[in-house]
């Protein structure tokens, strides 16, 4: 990639064509000080470029080379019998902690595997998604430093956070020991700084967690137009939201509302149909609820995810089921990781 390419090209090729994916890293990774900043969902250029052409090479939309990224984190390149990407091992695992099952999705295991961390010692700190404190459901990227912060902002918003701002927070901060969890488009970007050896931000990610994601949705229009306008539900009641065939929203009264998924598909963000990766691909631990209940499939990638995992498991913060049990959850990952591949836009 030649030196005198920077913003602009990134901008024409991919920020103006719609295929961003909103993550950030260019953002945070640019070396001048007030150059870019995030507004949006998407990077904005505030001062003069110089050209240094990093943006470029951190951007998961841009130059996309797969490949090359498997032979860094798994020694190997995926192959046609890797349907959802290399893996060490598959696990369907919940946590034991009441306060975690109550709050997180699924089977709270995100939540748990931070929550091990920490106690450990293994990390200082985890990134994950938050809400923002003075508009309800509209999700923010957050750095969490206990317990009771990964509790708190546990669960899943369908509507899109950039966790990799919070990267920069989190260096800032002093944190030497991170935790990144995003879905697929942030694992790649996360993984292309590591390829490109910007350790100013990758040398603290100790361990990486992605999240299965078909599509994010706007927030404007799934919670603003559907949800508060459309169904008249006041989003300070909304407690917790959940795909399981149909949109679940459950309300602080006790109430579930259902909603079919043909009446959400109208605020599927675009941007999602040039992504390929459902199951988070390249992160070390990948989760996901699907054909579960209150259980979430896990997938060991990793050396290093194999290591983080047993040590939750030698604590006893999870209980499992067979693997065996759940037949349909991996035709149904199979199939779901599939549809994504091959619906997925060309991106050059």
Known sequence: MSASLGFDNLMENVVETGICSGCG?????CPFKNILKY?????VLVGECKNCSI???VCPRNNIQDD?????????RKTSDDLFGIFKKIYVSRSMDEKILKKGQDGGVASTILTSALNSGLIDGAIVSGVDPFTPWLPTPLVVKCREEIIGNAGTRYTYSSNIIALKKAVNDGLKKIAFVGTPCQILAIRRMQKNNLKKFTRPIVFTIGLFCSESFSYQGLMIEKIQKGLSIDLNDVVKMNIKGRMLVYLRNGHVVKIPLKEVRKYVQQKCSYCNDFSAELADISLGGIGLNK?????VRTDKGQEVFNQVISNDY?????????DNSLKLLKRLSLIKQKKRKNVT
């Not at 090359?68 to 190997?76: D, N």
């Not at 999870?318 to 759940?326: D, G, T």
């Open 68 to 76: 090359e990224l498997e032979e860094l984190i798994f020694g190997r």
């Open 39 to 43: 507004s949006n969902e998407r990077p």
């Open 295 to 299: 259980m979430t499939l896990t997938i």
């Open 25 to 29: 890293a260019c953002v945070i990774v």
């Open 55 to 57: 943006c470029l090479k």
């Open 318 to 326: 999870l209980e499992f089921e067979p693997l065996e049990k759940f």
